[in-house]
């Protein structure tokens, strides 16, 4: 646990043991051993938000990523790229968080993991934080609009009138008012 993580909220922080007997449960969507330690995402946390319709966000390292896409296709994979190699040593540094060895460490997944940017939808260079934002926003309004995406998730809204009305079987131009 780093100091601002919350139980529940940022992660949920498991022993080995506990982690290890979710695998064997299949209670992860995905998971891995980065840097050291196991990191998941656990299945029923993630049905749920869904079902709810509510967007869910994970915050994943590449062969996670790459799992996910791979058992959920539709799903959007953004590669947050940092703006240059010395920025993110600089970065790993000022967090004062981890040794010298887990920097290198993570510096070293880094290099290997940007070699998988093009396996991602988008990519986006956090060189400011708030730039960076704006870009993940339009990603997410973008793909809402997408065409494939109407009927799941515009439910009751003008965009999917319209593909019903256009997709009936009695399509008449007299009965299209549009407010």
Partial sequence: MRPGDEEGKTYFFLSKEEFEEKIKNDEFLEYAIYNDNYYGTPKKHIE???KKGID?????????????????????????MPP?????????VRRKTETKEKIIKRFTSAYQEINEVTKYNYVVTNDKISKAAKKI????????CR??????????????TIHELLMGEDFDNEDIKIN
């Fill in 48 to 50: 749920d938000k869904l």
């Fill in 56 to 80: 869910v966000f994970l915050v994943i390292e590449v062969q996670g990523a790459l799992k996910i896409k791979e058992l959920v296709p539709e799903s959007i994979c953004i590669f947050i």
């Fill in 84 to 92: 240059s190699m010395k920025e993110l040593r600089n970065r790993l």
């Fill in 137 to 144: 926003e339009a990603i997410l309004i973008s793909e809402k």
């Fill in 147 to 160: 065409v494939d995406r109407i009927e799941d998730v515009y439910l009751d809204n003008s965009e999917e």
